[in-house]
């Protein structure tokens, strides 16, 4: 959701979606004329604190897109709209914010709704610029890389009121990355267990990205007065390099070291951890679930699942 913009009589967004008459009455406004001078547009991606990021997107996260339109002249400009046409492997998800730097007037809200393959915005009128104080709109925009890994490009496109050509930004080359994506599923046979008893669990990890899930770690957390006894077995296509096992006791047992492959074909990666517990004796009649998280630590960007919805449920007769 835009945030920090003036809003103006006759606005155009109505719940985040451009009413369409308003977006073509917009853009077909932006005709007639000369062309597009004066003005200048520029993109960067944005990486974590702000700075400008020329590392790539890992597949399924998020990136931040920042555009610049400036006016260079010394007469105001009207009427701007500012259009970009997405890679199909990019979604388009929200936008931050639209600051207006020196002299700038948001005529009215023309905003993209969310999925927009082509998103645009306007309009605003930008007064000349004056020695350092340029007259500015800095759109900041959050898209996700949905698509598979490999090299894409954008431009932003900017239109102005009473002309007839259309100011094509620099090339900006955007790459996504191979990255794991993961889910996670627990299980617990028999259903039903008498208390005093061993119940068997087995926890499942997939990766359908196509990058590996980095080092990994599954945790799980078992009801109260259920305790891990031993891991039964690991398994799937997982590797592991000084795989660190849960110790006998304990209610949250940790199975930590593992990195798991991604998906190859029609297969993903996979990693499964079956183990048993037990039901203390004095347990009381009742339903209980279990809990389970897992963590990959992929670098700058770790993955971190946790279902606490009921998993794996337990009764006690």
């Known amino acids: 959701m835009i945030v920090g913009r003036r809003a103006r009589p006759g606005s155009l967004l109505l719940g985040g979606a451009v009413v369409a008459t308003g977006l073509a009455g917009l853009l077909a406004s932006c005709g007639g004329g000369g062309g597009v001078t004066g003005l200048k547009v520029s993109s960067v991606l944005l990486g974590p604190g702000g700075q400008v990021s020329t590392s790539a997107v890992p597949e399924g996260q998020s990136a931040t897109l920042q555009v610049t339109v400036t006016n260079q002249t010394d007469r105001s400009v009207s009427g701007v709209a500012v259009r970009i046409a997405l890679p199909n492997q990019f979604t388009y998800v929200d936008t931050t914010s639209a600051a207006e730097n020196g002299d700038v007037v948001r005529t009215a809200d023309v905003d ?15 007064g000349p610029s004056v020695p350092g104080v340029p007259s500015q709109v800095v759109l900041t925009i959050v898209l996700r890389a949905t698509g598979a890994p490999g090299h894409y490009s954008l431009a932003p496109r900017v239109f102005a009121a009473g002309t007839s050509s259309v100011l094509v930004g620099p090339t900006l080359a955007i790459s996504v990355s191979p990255a794991a994506a993961l889910q996670l599923s627990l299980r617990a046979t028999p259903p039903t267990v008498p208390a005093g008893k061993t119940v068997l669990y087995q926890a499942v990890v997939t990766n359908t990205g196509a990058g590996p899930s980095g080092t990994t770690t599954l945790s799980v957390t ?7 006894l031993r891991t039964l077995s690991t398994g799937g296509n997982a590797s592991s390099s000084g795989a660190v096992m849960p110790n006998q006791g304990t209610t949250v047992p940790n199975w930590s070291g593992f990195s798991i492959p991604g998906a190859s074909g029609n297969r993903p990666g996979v990693l499964t951890v079956a183990f048993e517990a037990r039901v203390m004796s004095f347990v009381p009649p009742g339903v209980y679930s279990s809990t389970a998280a897992v963590i990959s630590g992929t670098g700058a960007n770790p993955i971190t699942i946790t279902n606490s919805a009921a998993l794996a449920p337990v009764t006690v007769p």
């Open 112 to 126: 993209p709704a969310t999925r927009a393959a082509v998103p645009v915005w306007g309009a605003w009128e930008l």
């Open 222 to 228: 078992l009801p109260e007065n259920f305790i891990f």
